[in-house]
Each structure stands twice: as structure tokens, then as C-alpha cells.
């Protein structure tokens, strides 16, 4: 019994687009393949110093020696710079899956005797029976980074204890925080009297 389908699946798994190379489809594999080479030659660093300034929000503040101000972490735009990170992850796992299963679902035509389509064959499938989604692939890609990043970035902020005048960028740095500052909240009086009485305001008039 002929297994194209699970030698395929494996082969995808390590490495994109061999699984398409192993099921004798070149031009697909070839694209896949640079789409991993091409993230892990100029998308992997930005990625790793993105999930570090996320994680860690910078160790070095801007600081002034010799009476010369020495640029030091920005922790806003290393939180930015982190959730793109964790985007780019998102979209590059996407893409990771849809190669494992376009190849394993190619091996399978194998293992029935189904012949195997080339790049033109698979082009002209994809507009026919995909061209929705080949349309709003690059609004979908726009939409997560320019609504969806600045949603979380809006979200995660209120995890740190960025507040002036003293915790701003560059000039110090920004911690996580976690739960600290919605404790205070309701905590403090004057802090709780001035959230429900705005919370009020907008539910009465949204």
C-alpha cells in the first residue's frame, strides 16, 4: 500500500514545501520553501528581538554621560514592535498548517492514483474556487496589523505602569504591572469614584 500522503506530511513538517517537492510539485513547493527561507533570513531576528522587548519592555533607560543623552530601550515601541512579532508568528503559522495540509492532501491523490497538478493547473484551481479569498487575503493582512494591533496594544498597556511624569519613554522604562493598577482601582476612592462615575457617563450616553 502506496503512502505518498504520510511521507508528504512529514516532509512539510520539516521543512516547508518539501512535502510539494516529494508529491512532484515543483513550482509550489519552490514557493513554499522561499516563503520559510525568506522568514527565517530576514523575518526571524526582528521576530526574536520583538518577543524579547515584549517580554522584557526594555533593561536600558535613556541616560545622560559626559554630558551626552545616550539613547537607551524604548518600552512602547518595543511592546509595538513585539505584538507585530507575535502577528507575523500567527500569519507564518498559517501558513506553516495550509502547506502540511495541501501536501498531504496532494500524497493522498498519490496514494488513490490521481493524477497530480502542476503550478499552472493549481493557479488556475485556486482563482477559480478561491478567488474570495484571494481577494481578501491582503485586506484581512492590513486589517490585523492596523486594527488589531493597535486593539491589543490599547489592551496591554493597561498591564504596565506607563504614567507620567515619571514612568514615559525614552526616559524610563515601562513595567508589567499585571493586575496592580485595576486593584488600585477600585482601592483608592478617589480613583473608584472617578471610574464609575465616568463608566456611567458612557453607558448612559453610548
Same mark, same amino acid.
Given at each position: 500500500?502506496?503512502?505518498?500522503?504520510?511521507?508528504?506530511?512529514?516532509?512539510?513538517?520539516?521543512?516547508?514545501?518539501?512535502?510539494?517537492?516529494?508529491?512532484?510539485?515543483?513550482?509550489?513547493?519552490?514557493?513554499?520553501?522561499?516563503?520559510?527561507?525568506?522568514?527565517?533570513? &530576514?523575518?526571524?531576528?526582528?521576530?526574536?528581538?520583538?518577543?524579547?522587548?515584549?517580554?522584557?519592555?526594555?533593561?536600558?533607560?535613556?541616560?545622560?554621560?559626559?554630558?551626552?543623552?545616550?539613547?537607551? +530601550?524604548?518600552?512602547?515601541?518595543?511592546?509595538?514592535?513585539?505584538?507585530?512579532?507575535?502577528?507575523?508568528?500567527?500569519?507564518?503559522?498559517?501558513?506553516?498548517?495550509?502547506?502540511?495540509? +495541501?501536501?498531504?492532501?496532494?500524497?493522498?491523490?498519490? +496514494?488513490?492514483?490521481?493524477?497530480?497538478?502542476?503550478?499552472?493547473?493549481?493557479?488556475?484551481?485556486? &482563482?477559480?474556487?478561491?478567488?474570495?479569498?484571494?481577494?481578501?487575503?491582503?485586506?484581512?493582512?492590513?486589517?490585523?496589523?492596523?486594527?488589531?494591533?493597535?486593539?491589543?496594544?490599547?489592551?496591554?498597556?493597561?498591564?504596565?505602569?506607563?504614567?507620567?511624569?515619571?514612568?514615559?519613554?525614552?526616559?524610563?522604562?515601562? +513595567?508589567?504591572?499585571?493586575?496592580?493598577?485595576?486593584?488600585?482601582?477600585?482601592?483608592?476612592?478617589?480613583?473608584?469614584?472617578?471610574?464609575?462615575?465616568?463608566?456611567?457617563?458612557?453607558?448612559?450616553?453610548?
Amino acid at each position: 500500500m502506496k503512502c505518498y500522503s504520510e511521507k508528504a506530511s512529514i516532509l512539510s513538517i520539516l521543512f516547508m514545501g518539501l512535502g510539494q517537492l516529494y508529491n512532484r510539485q515543483f513550482g509550489k513547493g519552490i514557493l513554499f520553501a522561499a516563503v520559510e527561507i525568506l522568514f527565517i533570513v &530576514y523575518m526571524l531576528p526582528f521576530v526574536s528581538r520583538g518577543l524579547w522587548g515584549l517580554v522584557t519592555l526594555g533593561e536600558i533607560p535613556q541616560r545622560m554621560e559626559a554630558g551626552k543623552i545616550l539613547p537607551g +530601550d524604548h518600552s512602547i515601541f518595543l511592546m509595538i514592535y513585539g505584538i507585530m512579532s507575535v502577528l507575523l508568528l500567527l500569519v507564518f503559522a498559517a501558513i506553516y498548517v495550509m502547506n502540511y495540509f +495541501d501536501a498531504r492532501r496532494v500524497g493522498e491523490q498519490r +496514494d488513490k492514483g490521481k493524477p497530480v497538478k502542476n503550478i499552472i493547473n493549481s493557479i488556475a484551481t485556486l &482563482y477559480e474556487k478561491g478567488f474570495p479569498y484571494l481577494v481578501l487575503t491582503p485586506a484581512g493582512i492590513f486589517l490585523l496589523f492596523l486594527t488589531v494591533l493597535p486593539l491589543i496594544f490599547g489592551m496591554l498597556i493597561a498591564f504596565t505602569n506607563y504614567s507620567g511624569p515619571h514612568n514615559v519613554p525614552p526616559r524610563a522604562l515601562v +513595567d508589567w504591572v499585571g493586575f496592580k493598577i485595576f486593584m488600585e482601582l477600585f482601592r483608592l476612592p478617589l480613583l473608584r469614584e472617578t471610574f464609575f462615575g465616568v463608566a456611567a457617563w458612557t453607558i448612559t450616553w453610548a
